[in-house]
């Protein structure tokens, strides 16, 4: 039943040409921001650089790209996560979800899943795409693993947050605006608790969180802290359309 | 075990303290149609969110086919077809790929997805507009893809909010047909202020006011208050009122404003002969007769008002 629902998410992503001019837009700017690393890569890799502070390309092209996309997909994911629930709201459509027989639980997990399974299109043709250094060098693929990983989890995250602002409103835009306040605010946790690794304030910050599996490093930590983060929003998510349901 | 497929057992619903529906009760068979009127704001629309499990009842409880809906919502509403008075379209969509969805998502299995989807076209008259999306139908179109919705699982129970509103006099017959269709094999709520409406297609019928049930029983019982012992005649010549009074079985004679002539009998009494006797004896020029209905919303409009005064 998850799946019924995230596949008419899907299919109502892919029923306009927005799903389409997202996915051809966002993957013309990491295929630049590839190409520009590799030029890069030679450019100061060739240069006075000692041996032993020489990094691999798999590092080199992939923390550039990897950067990018995550920086992008703050944006990208409020923009997709908008409509998910205060669009059925404005137009009325939710009482055909409500009136079949699947659980809110259900309804909320199916339009989450639909999210990340487009999203996760994106990250699989990123990875694809940095594969085919292969043809020139010999990359390191755990790292490229860790990367989308990582990447993957992250969206997750940003995902869910976003559908719980969409249950909260009628208007998608404000919707948008208040995903994306919100994940930047997390994201500038780090800034201003970084320096302290005892805060506990700057152990919420996505981007701490991010950084290890940049780094090519999977902390079962880190995994746990994605997961968490994104059953909370998604279980106040069910909450809030349960109150729909008893307040009407 | 009864065969009832819808229970309403007390249905509440409090909107900040003032009741919007209060202590509703009824049941339905199978095969039966179920009228829901009302004016505007009595509590219709409510009720029925309330029969589908879109809005959870203040007190009270729905059973469909026995299950109830508040502990087993998911096999209570797999009984249940909805159109909820604003259509739940997903615009973008074609009608083939919209009805396919929501065979889907009410559990029609995987082999049956097309059959199903043909034959709620087929139902309503879709047939050949399966590739056009749903935006660009016309009204009354769109409220036939709603209505394919909603039969399409063949669910035990099809609640209808406002069927009819929008569509054009062929396509409202042609809807006609198809609740009384629906109606045969399953059971069928509609919710209309239309009140000839109901008194074509349903069996049963419920008049609520201010939240409360004020009428509630078979078609053919609003039908009886509707007739009355009232008798209509146009006469060309008219004699003074005494002389109608006379004939035998008449109590009650007035003149209308319309040059016609109210006739009111006792109960088992039929005058209509003995009036025309009398009217083609002295020559009256008796040119109509015919029983005077109340009209339907006469009779609305006394259930409606008597419980005003009542409270």
């Given at each position: 039943m998850i799946i019924n629902v995230a596949r008419k998410e899907l299919k109502s992503v892919f029923a306009s040409p927005m799903g389409w001019v997202i996915l051809s837009l966002l993957m013309f700017a990491f295929g630049t921001q590839y190409l520009n690393a590799v030029n890069d890569y030679f450019a100061v890799m060739s240069g006075a650089m000692r041996p032993a502070e020489r990094t691999g390309v798999t590092q080199f092209v992939g923390q550039s790209v990897y950067g990018l996309a995550s920086f992008i997909m703050l944006f990208a994911v409020p923009l997709l996560s908008m409509r998910l629930i205060s669009e059925e709201r404005r137009s009325q459509t939710l009482p055909f979800l409500f009136s079949a027989p699947i659980s809110l639980t259900e309804i909320v997990v199916g339009k989450f899943v639909g999210l990340v399974a487009f999203l996760s299109i994106l990250i699989l043709f990123i990875g694809a795409m940095l594969s085919t250094l292969n043809i020139w060098a010999d990359i390191d693929f755990g790292f490229l693993f860790t990367n989308s990983l990582g990447l993957l989890l992250m969206v997750a995250g940003f995902s869910a947050l976003g559908i719980y602002f969409s249950s909260l409103t009628q208007q998608p835009v404000i919707a948008a605006i208040l995903t994306f306040i919100a994940l930047f605010a997390l994201m500038m946790l780090d800034r201003f608790?970084?320096?302290?690794?005892?805060?506990v304030l700057g152990s919420l910050s996505l981007t701490r969180h991010f950084q290890s599996f940049a780094s090519g490093l999977i902390d079962s930590a880190d995994i746990v802290y994605f997961i968490l983060f994104a059953v909370t929003f998604l279980t106040l998510t069910v909450r809030r359309l349960d109150a729909d349901r008893l307040r009407g | 075990m009864n065969n009832f497929t819808v229970e309403a057992i007390e249905l509440t619903r409090l909107y900040g303290g003032r009741e919007?529906?209060?202590?509703v009760n009824f049941t339905l068979s199978k095969g039966e149609v179920l009228g829901f009127l009302g004016p505007n704001g009595a509590g219709k629309s409510t009720t029925m969110k309330m029969l589908t499990g879109n809005l959870a009842p203040s007190h009270g409880s729905v059973k469909i086919c026995g299950i109830d809906m508040i502990e087993n919502p998911k096999e209570a509403k797999a009984l249940i077809g909805y159109l909820p008075e604003m259509r739940p379209l997903y615009?973008?969509?074609?009608v083939d790929e919209y009805l396919t969805m929501a065979a889907r998502l009410h559990r029609v299995s995987a082999k049956h997805i097309k059959k199903a989807v043909e034959n709620a076209k087929e139902r309503c008259g879709l047939t050949h507009m399966s590739k056009r999306l749903i935006e660009n139908l016309s009204n009354g179109y769109q409220q036939r893809v709603g209505i394919a919705q909603a039969i399409i699982h063949s669910p035990m129970v099809v609640i209808l909010d406002e069927?009819?509103?929008?569509?054009?006099p062929i396509q409202i017959r042609d809807i006609r047909t198809l609740i009384r269709e629906v109606g045969t094999d399953h059971s069928v709520i509609i919710s209309t202020h239309i009140l000839p409406e109901v008194e074509m297609v349903c069996d049963q019928v419920q008049i609520i006011d201010k939240g409360k049930l004020v009428f509630n029983g078979s078609i053919d019982v609003l039908k009886r208050q509707r007739v009355g012992n009232k008798l209509l005649i146009g006469l060309r010549n008219p004699p003074a009122i005494e002389e109608i009074l006379r004939?035998?079985?008449?109590s009650e004679a007035e003149s209308l404003a319309n040059g016609l002539i109210r006739v009111r009998y006792a109960e088992?009494?039929?005058?209509a002969e003995a009036i025309v006797q009398a009217a083609v004896q002295q020559g009256w020029g008796l040119h109509q007769i015919a029983p005077d209905q109340t009209s339907l919303e006469d009779v609305f409009m006394q259930l409606t008002y008597q419980e005003q005064v009542a409270v």
């Open positions: 608790f970084g320096d302290d690794p005892t805060n | 919007a529906v209060s202590n615009k973008e969509l074609t069927p009819t509103v929008g569509l054009d004939i035998s079985g008449v088992n009494a039929e005058p």
